[in-house]
């Protein structure tokens, strides 16, 4: 999923569950966040103070050097999250341990996040911590059937409406890859593997496309991304609407039935190829009071004058130096932007070290 989903939807999810505007554009800012935060390692204070934080995001990477994506530590916990083949915990999938850890929509392993991050509310980072949980719980939908790390489970094809290969897809993925991608034989070239669904490009992240592939199995998925991000947006409702009552298990109603069709509708409607540019129409639908709650104008700025990190640190740098010092101000301490990395951390550590352990799945 891109900004239009993960920050747009996000926010009209959380108004619709409830959240008043100030929480619900941090849950929103947050969720987009996790794939704007590239950063990672120390910063330093003018009064020698510290703050560690990792990333969460691959933006600065090169998607076609397939050794430095796979090195990197975010896909499983951020990006890929485990299905364990859509069982529960004890129990495994058929095959091998990739099917484990194949992304599964609304998985048990999901459902365990989403309860764990509600039963830890009152943290400081709460809200935060949700927005970084929404935004791993949405891609459950959108990223399923791909892995976070480099498999052949992740090489597949395109196909055309007729089933059959997508010849011009594959010219894309010649222009992207380059010679890692050979265009006449339709594959990938020697060990040259994607990892997650770079071979599908940004196919399974466009809210309004209905598309065919032919998975690693020979095997023909039919994927209809409106429907799936209708279902996910629904669920993320039913979260929040848990997370508010403090109860993981609350019987909740999910959307109203109303926006939940307007949703629907600018879902399948806006088809901009660009997630920027569909997201510049989901604010001027939330401006325009079309939904069920009051008109806000809303906004978001990863980086630069205005962000989080700007207002925390005040610089308007895209990337930091090892040697760059901050001036330090008490503020810090409570400022959305460090909450965020506290919340990103605790995210990290509780999907690595608590959530997938009980579904015999170890990852780095």
Same mark, same amino acid.
């Given at each position: 999923?891109?900004?239009?989903?993960?920050?747009?939807?996000?926010?009209?999810?959380?108004?619709?569950?409830?959240?008043?505007?100030?929480?619900?554009?941090?849950?929103?800012?947050?969720?987009?966040?996790?794939?704007?935060?590239?950063?990672?390692?120390?910063?330093?204070?003018?009064?020698?103070?510290?703050?560690?934080?990792?990333?969460?995001?691959?933006?600065?990477?090169?998607?076609?050097?397939?050794?430095?994506?796979?090195?990197?530590?975010?896909?499983?916990?951020?990006?890929?999250?485990?299905?364990?083949?859509?069982?529960?915990?004890?129990?495994?999938?058929?095959?091998?341990?990739?099917?484990?850890?194949?992304?599964?929509?609304?998985?048990?392993?999901?459902?365990?996040?989403?309860?764990?991050?509600?039963?830890?509310?009152?943290?400081?980072?709460?809200?935060?911590?949700?927005?970084?949980?929404?935004?791993?719980?949405?891609?459950?939908?959108?990223?399923?059937?791909?892995?976070?790390?480099?498999?052949?489970?992740?090489?597949?094809?395109?196909?055309?409406?007729?089933?059959?290969?997508?010849?011009?897809?594959?010219?894309?993925?010649?222009?992207?890859?380059?010679?890692?991608?050979?265009?006449?034989?339709?594959?990938?070239?020697?060990?040259?593997?994607?990892?997650?669904?770079?071979?599908?490009?940004?196919?399974?992240?466009?809210?309004? &496309?209905?598309?065919?592939?032919?998975?690693? $199995?020979?095997? /023909? !998925?039919? @994927? #209809?991304?409106?429907?799936?991000?209708?279902?996910?947006?629904?669920?993320?409702?039913?979260?929040?609407?848990?997370?508010?009552?403090?109860?993981?298990?609350?019987?909740?109603?999910?959307?109203?039935?109303?926006?939940?069709?307007?949703?629907?509708?600018?879902?399948?409607?806006?088809?901009?190829?660009?997630?920027?540019?569909?997201?510049?129409?989901?604010?001027?639908?939330?401006?325009?009071?079309?939904?069920?709650?009051?008109?806000?104008?809303?906004?978001?700025?990863?980086?630069?004058?205005?962000?989080?990190?700007?207002?925390?640190?005040?610089?308007?740098?895209?990337?930091?130096?090892?040697?760059?010092?901050?001036?330090?101000?008490?503020?810090?301490?409570?400022?959305?932007?460090? &909450?965020?990395?506290?919340?990103?951390?605790? $995210?990290?550590? /509780? !999907?690595? @070290? #608590?959530?997938?352990?009980?579904?015999?799945?170890?990852?780095?």
């Amino acid at each position: 999923m891109q900004i239009d989903f993960h920050h747009g939807v996000t926010y009209t999810v959380a108004r619709l569950a409830g959240f008043a505007h100030r929480d619900a554009e941090t849950i929103a800012y947050c969720s987009q966040y996790v794939d704007d935060a590239t950063n990672s390692g120390a910063i330093q204070f003018d009064n020698d103070a510290m703050y560690s934080r990792i990333s969460s995001a691959h933006k600065m990477l090169d998607y076609r050097n397939f050794h430095k994506l796979a090195n990197h530590f975010v896909w499983i916990p951020f990006h890929f999250l485990p299905g364990n083949g859509g069982v529960k915990s004890g129990e495994n999938p058929e095959g091998s341990f990739v099917e484990k850890i194949i992304c599964r929509p609304n998985s048990y392993i999901a459902q365990n996040m989403v309860r764990l991050c509600i039963e830890d509310r009152d943290a400081l980072y709460g809200l935060h911590r949700l927005g970084v949980t929404m935004h791993v719980y949405a891609d459950t939908w959108a990223h399923q059937g791909f892995v976070g790390i480099i498999h052949n489970v992740n090489n597949i094809r395109s196909l055309d409406d007729n089933d059959q290969p997508d010849a011009g897809f594959w010219g894309k993925l010649k222009d992207f890859f380059g010679d890692a991608f050979d265009e006449a034989a339709g594959k990938f070239v020697g060990d040259a593997l994607p990892l997650g669904h770079g071979a599908a490009l940004s196919y399974p992240d466009r809210p309004y &496309l209905k598309w065919n592939y032919e998975d690693c $199995h020979g095997n /023909i !998925v039919r @994927r #209809d991304n409106t429907k799936d991000f209708s279902e996910a947006a629904n669920e993320m409702c039913k979260a929040m609407q848990r997370y508010r009552v403090g109860d993981p298990e609350a019987n909740v109603p999910g959307l109203p039935v109303n926006d939940r069709d307007k949703i629907a509708d600018m879902l399948s409607s806006i088809t901009d190829e660009g997630g920027h540019d569909r997201h510049r129409k989901w604010l001027r639908a939330i401006h325009n009071g079309y939904f069920s709650f009051p008109s806000v104008k809303l906004e978001y700025q990863a980086k630069g004058t205005g962000s989080w990190k700007h207002q925390t640190l005040g610089t308007r740098k895209i990337k930091d130096k090892k040697s760059d010092i901050f001036p330090y101000d008490p503020s810090f301490l409570s400022s959305d932007w460090k &909450l965020f990395h506290d919340a990103l951390q605790a $995210h990290r550590l /509780i !999907v690595i @070290r #608590d959530i997938l352990p009980l579904y015999g799945i170890c990852a780095a």
